[in-house]
């Protein structure tokens, strides 16, 4: 069985050489967990941390 490949790019984008992120990091949990980019909120999948988008 092949093993899966990382899926970390996803995570990333490159606009005119410059890496971003499209997610962000839970305040609470730090870095390395990430937050579910929701169409009005993020939240953390993890502590269950919401940030409303303004
Ligand atoms: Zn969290």
Redesign the pocket.
């Known amino acids: 069985m092949a093993k899966k490949p990382s899926q970390k790019w996803k995570l990333y984008e490159v606009k005119d050489g410059k890496v971003t992120r499209k997610n962000r990091f839970?305040?609470?949990?730090g870095p390395g967990?990430f937050?579910a980019n929701h169409k009005d909120r993020w939240t953390?999948?993890?502590?269950?941390?919401t940030e409303w988008k303004k």
Do not use: D, K, L
Not at 26 to 29: E, I, L
Not at 44 to 49: A, E, Q, T, V
């Open positions: 839970c305040p609470r949990c967990v937050m953390c999948g993890r502590c269950g941390y």
